[in-house]
């Protein structure tokens, strides 16, 4: 019999179409992975049985009565805790918000709804997002399914771990600095950043908003396309939300012909502090996409060596001012300052974020605040937007003479759990080459391209492409992944072990 839970979305959803099985069945086989695998991994921070299999069920009836669904209609996916979800806990991987109940849905959460998709539940998370590990989620750390000694990626961890174990076919993250991307490079898994607005953001718990971003996660780049588009779109609840088309991302994906495509490798992201297995799996990439008719050549954005120092200013600035409202007067916990009888409101808030928030969140506002002080405000912040806007003109430049520019996703493979939590400079090192897409709102995908030959983990090729021009990605990822199948035999994913036999 087919494991279920081995198949593509794309792959279920025709097979849902063509009657060969319900999606009470794919359901109930991906609540089953989870309970069998997840008290190990810890992907899920709140898994809602119940609510996916009633789901499943109401599309099962529709479909039998004949009536016209979305094509992902009764597929199961796994939802990033920090978006909002009606009647399901929503945590941010934060004490401060443990216990809410949310009174509405995000957009994308709606959307899901709207079409039919069994959520399975919400996954684990650095607190608020501030996190490349997964280990700083206040309800302890999610584990990478290809060594469970390592971390997953994060912050978005619990999705990418979700999707790379077989738990769900499917997962939203989100994207601030590279929470969807790099946990896709470290956990073999496909990670969309969509351009900034394209998908809406209203009902994703803020953490940096003008840099924050939704987005799929998934195993092939189809199943990304097919997700994509059904979460996209104008959303008038979201100020920042682009007012125009969704790019025809499934099409392009559907495509996949690089020939005559102009493709520029980075200079800046390469070379020192990237693992060799990274850079010769991403020089193999490279080559399969040329002997494939892509032009290929090397492209310089100088500006990029700023690009880190003025994000870790641009996003605890924002960080701060977004976090400002967990004062337990509000929102958030209540948690009265010990051995205080008549306590003020100051000594309440104070109390209240010191318990709920932790050691990384602190670290991040208090650098936020600094930098937004008065006297402070235009050395560091204001100069952070400048190196933005800089760094904006540089790709605008570097897009007039490729189509799309590549990088590996992250400088190393998974590194083992707790090896730079003492270390936050060497953590935040990890994003350097997902940063940058994130400061100029144009969207960036991880493919897996192969193991590292150090330590048999999966490495990433990012894609880059000019704002609004999403369908160029999933067009080159695509027919990259069509090459690397052809070289494996099958998917990267697909050929890896189960997980029971993963050391």
């Known amino acids: 019999m ?11 959803a025709r097979g849902l179409s063509a009657g060969e099985f319900t999606s009470v069945e794919v359901t109930q086989a991906s609540l089953d992975r989870i309970a069998a695998v997840d008290g190990d991994l810890h992907a899920f921070l709140h898994v ?26 009764g597929v199961p996916i796994a939802v990033k805790d920090v978006l909002v ?14 216990g809410w109940i949310p009174p509405y849905d995000a957009t994308v959460t709606a959307k899901i709804r709207a079409a039919g998709l069994p959520i399975l539940g919400k996954t684990n998370m650095d607190e608020f997002a501030m996190g490349s590990s997964t280990e700083h989620s206040a309800y302890g750390p999610t584990r990478n399914p290809w060594d469970r000694t390592r971390i997953p990626g994060g912050s978005g961890g619990g999705s990418a771990a979700a999707v790379a174990a077989f738990e769900a076919p499917l997962a939203v993250g989100t994207d601030t600095g590279g929470s969807i991307r790099q946990p896709g490079a ?48 104008h959303d008038p609840m979201d100020s920042t939300s682009i007012p125009e088309p969704v790019p025809a991302v499934v099409a392009a994906a559907r495509r996949a012909d690089v020939k005559g495509l102009r493709i ?13 297995g990274v850079r010769a799996r991403f020089d193999e990439a490279v080559e399969l ?57 100051e000594q309440v808030m104070s109390s209240s974020r010191d318990a709920g928030f932790g050691d990384e969140v602190k670290r991040r506002i208090i650098l936020g605040t600094y930098a937004l002080s008065s006297g402070y405000y235009d050395a560091y912040y204001g100069s952070a937007q400048k190196v933005r806007t800089i760094l904006a003109r540089d790709f605008t430049a570097a897009f007039a003479d490729v189509d799309v520019l590549v990088s590996p996703t992250s400088p190393t493979t998974a590194y083992p759990l707790g090896e730079k939590l003492d270390d936050p400079l060497a953590m935040y090192l990890g994003d350097v080459a997902t940063i940058p ?13 192969g193991l590292a030959d150090e330590d048999d983990l999966p490495v990433g090729l990012q894609f880059l492409a000019p704002q609004k021009a999403d369908d160029r990605l999933y067009n080159a990822a695509a027919a990259l992944e069509r090459l690397l199948e052809d070289t494996w035999g099958g998917t990267l994913l697909a050929k890896a072990p189960q997980l029971e036999d993963v050391r």
């Open 2 to 12: 087919t494991d279920l839970t081995r198949l593509t979305a794309d792959q279920v």
């Open 48 to 73: 809602d049985a119940d609510g996916a299999l009633a789901t499943a069920r109401g599309i099962d009836d529709r479909r039998g009565k004949g009536e016209q669904l979305s094509y992902l209609a």
């Open 85 to 98: 979800t009606q009647g399901m806990p929503t945590t941010c991987g934060s004490k401060i918000l443990e």
């Open 186 to 233: 470290l956990t073999g898994t496909v990670g969309v950043k969509p351009t900034y607005g394209g998908i809406s953001r209203y009902g994703l718990v803020a953490m940096a908003s003008s840099l924050d971003q939704a987005g799929p996660v998934t195993r092939t780049v189809l199943d990304a396309a097919l997700l994509h588009e059904l979460i996209a779109g």
């Open 264 to 276: 520029g490798i980075v200079t800046e992201l390469g070379g020192e502090g990237f693992q060799p």
């Open 289 to 345: 996409l040329a002997s494939a008719g892509a032009e290929v050549v090397e492209v310089s954005i100088p500006s990029l060596n700023y690009a880190l120092g003025a994000y870790y200013l641009v996003m605890p600035s924002e960080a701060s001012s977004n976090l400002a409202k967990f004062d337990a007067m509000r929102y958030g916990v209540r948690v009265p300052p010990a051995g205080v009888d008549d306590p003020s409101a």
């Open 437 to 449: 897409a994130n400061l100029v709102g144009i969207p960036g995908l991880s493919l897996p391209v």
